[in-house]
C-alpha cells in the first residue's frame, strides 16, 4: 500500500472507532487496525472485529515464522509512521496460502516495505523456489533484510534496491530471463500500469502464472470514479482521490487487456488476480 495523508471524515467518530475499545485505538493488532480512523464510508468497510476472527480461526503460520512477523510488525508499526502500508495478518496467511496451493518455482514481489508479505510468502516456498523483491527505500529494505534474516528465509528471498521499474528491467536483461509463477504488486498505484505492462511484453509471468495486485479499491473511493453512487461515503482527501484515480485506471486497464483473465475480489483494500488469457497460454504451446 502506497503512504497517503490520514482521511479526514464529516463525523468526529467513525463506526470502526465505536466498534473498537478505546483502549485499542491507536494500537496494532495488524494493519488494518492501524487504519481504524480511516474508514471509506459509514458501513466500516474494513469490518475490523470480522478481519480480527478471520485471523483467529485461521490456522496459524509455522511457530517460528509467527514469532518473527509478530516481532517485525510491532517494530514496523512503531518505528514508522506509514507503519499501515504493511499488509493485515489475514492477508498475509491468504499469500502464504496461496503459494502453499500454487507451488510456484519463482515468486516476485514488487514493493518490499518492511518485508512482512515477503517472509509470508517466503515461508510457503518448497526446496529449490526462490523470492525476488523489490523496495526502493533503503531503510525499509534494511528492516526486512534483519528480520528474513531472523526467520531463515535469506538464502530463500533475493533483495533488490531502487526504483521498481529499473529493477524489472534489471531482471528482462538476465540470461536467461526469469519468468515467475507468482507476482505480488504492493508498489505506488501510479506505476502498476507500467510495471503490468514490462511484466506481460517481457514474458516474466509464467504461462500458469498470477499477478496479485493490491489496494485496487483504495479505501472504498475506487468505485467512485466508474460512476457508483455511494451517499454514504465520507469526504476524503484530493490526495486520496488522486490515488483512487489510478486504482481505477489500474483496473480499467487490465480489464480491457485480451492478454489476461482478471478477478477483482472486494477482500482486503481490494485484491485482483491476474493470469494469461487462455487462448494465449495455448498459442504459445502450440
Known amino acids: 500500500m502506497q503512504f497517503f495523508p490520514r482521511l479526514t471524515r464529516q463525523s468526529s467518530r467513525s463506526l ?23 474508514m471509506s464510508n459509514a458501513n466500516n468497510r474494513l469490518r475490523l472485529l470480522e478481519e480480527r476472527y478471520a485471523t483467529d480461526v485461521s490456522t496459524p503460520f509455522p511457530k517460528q515464522v509467527n514469532s518473527v512477523m509478530k ?75 534483519r528480520f528474513v534474516k531472523e526467520a531463515r528465509l535469506d538464502k530463500t528471498v533475493e533483495f533488490k534496491q531502487g526504483p521498481a521499474l529499473e529493477s524489472i528491467l534489471e531482471l528482462v536483461r538476465q540470461t536467461p530471463r526469469p519468468q515467475f509463477d507468482v507476482i505480488f504488486l504492493d508498489a505506488d498505484k501510479g506505476g502498476y500500469i507500467k ?30 470514479h466508474a460512476g457508483y453512487d455511494d451517499p454514504e461515503t465520507i469526504p476524503v482527501s484530493k490526495n486520496v482521490k488522486k490515488l483512487a484515480k489510478k486504482a481505477y485506471d489500474f483496473n480499467k486497464y487490465v480489464r480491457e487487456d485480451d492478454r489476461v483473465e482478471v478477478v477483482l475480489l472486494p477482500i482486503f483494500d481490494g485484491i485482483t488476480i491476474i493470469r494469461k488469457a487462455r487462448s494465449k497460454t495455448v498459442n504459445s504451446l502450440e
Not at 483502549?23 to 481504524?36: A, C, D, I, P, Q
Not at 504493511?86 to 515468486?107: D, G, N
Not at 514490462?198 to 467512485?224: P, Y
Open 16 to 38: 470502526a472507532q465505536l466498534l473498537v475499545p478505546v483502549s485499542r485505538l491507536g494500537v496494532r493488532s495488524h494493519s488494518t487496525f492501524m487504519m481504524e480512523g480511516t
Open 71 to 145: 516481532a517485525l510488525a510491532d517494530e514496523t508499526s512503531r518505528e514508522f509512521s506509514n507503519g499501515f502500508m504493511m499488509i493485515s495478518e489475514s492477508q498475509a496467511m491468504l499469500l502464504h496460502q496461496l503459494v502453499s496451493i500454487l507451488r510456484p518455482k519463482k515468486v516476485l514481489e514488487i514493493g518490499t516495505f518492511t518485508g512482512y508479505s515477503a517472509i509470508a510468502m517466503a515461508s510457503a516456498l518448497g526446496p529449490n523456489a526462490s523470492l525476488t523483491t523489490l523496495e526502493l527505500d533503503p531503510c525499509h529494505l534494511a528492516v526486512a533484510r
Open 195 to 224: 510495471y503490468f505492462n514490462h511484466i506481460m511484453e517481457s514474458n516474466l509471468l509464467s504461462d500458469n502464472g498470477v499477478i496479485i495486485a493490491d489496494n485496487v479499491l483504495f479505501f472504498g473511493q475506487v468505485h467512485q
